[in-house]
Nanobody, 122 residues
Framework: QVQLVESGGGSVQAGGSLRLSCGVS????????MGWFRQAPGKEREAVATITRDRWTTYADSVKARFTISKDNAKNTLYLQMNSLKPEDTAMYYCAATTLGGSCRKDDMYYWGKGTLVTISS
């Protein structure tokens, strides 16, 4: 059974950095896409960054040049390096993955982690 477990969240000051990790288990194949999504109070869950099987990446405009998504297939781990953090980045961050097929759209994400909280103070 597929499981995604996030770690690395915490509370930091604006301008600081965090690296989120997502440990993946249970897959007998490579998902078409994996990604990081976030949800702030009162807002919809939104895509932050995604990465395909062939390592194509996409980023929300609000995080471009500040965040980097990557994966280590040997360690079955997905990462999100977050630099120059802003108070607007405060949210619950979720790791997600598709099945064998699917696009990188939120609606195609089939498996979800429970989330890790990121709080940025000014």
């Amino acid at each position: 059974q597929v499981q995604l477990v996030e770690s690395g969240g915490g509370s930091v000051q604006a301008g600081g950095s965090l690296r989120l990790s997502c440990g993946v288990s249970g897959y007998t194949y490579s998902p078409a896409c994996m990604g990081w999504f976030r949800q702030a109070p009162g807002k919809e869950r939104e895509a932050v960054a995604t990465i395909t099987r062939d390592r194509w990446t996409t980023y929300a405009d609000s995080v471009k040049a500040r965040f980097t998504i990557s994966k280590d297939n040997a360690k079955n781990t997905l990462y999100l390096q977050m630099n120059s953090l802003k108070p607007e980045d405060t949210a619950m961050y979720y790791c997600a993955a598709t099945t064998l097929g699917g696009s990188c759209r939120k609606d195609d994400m089939y498996y979800w982690g429970k989330g890790t909280l990121v709080t940025i103070s000014s």
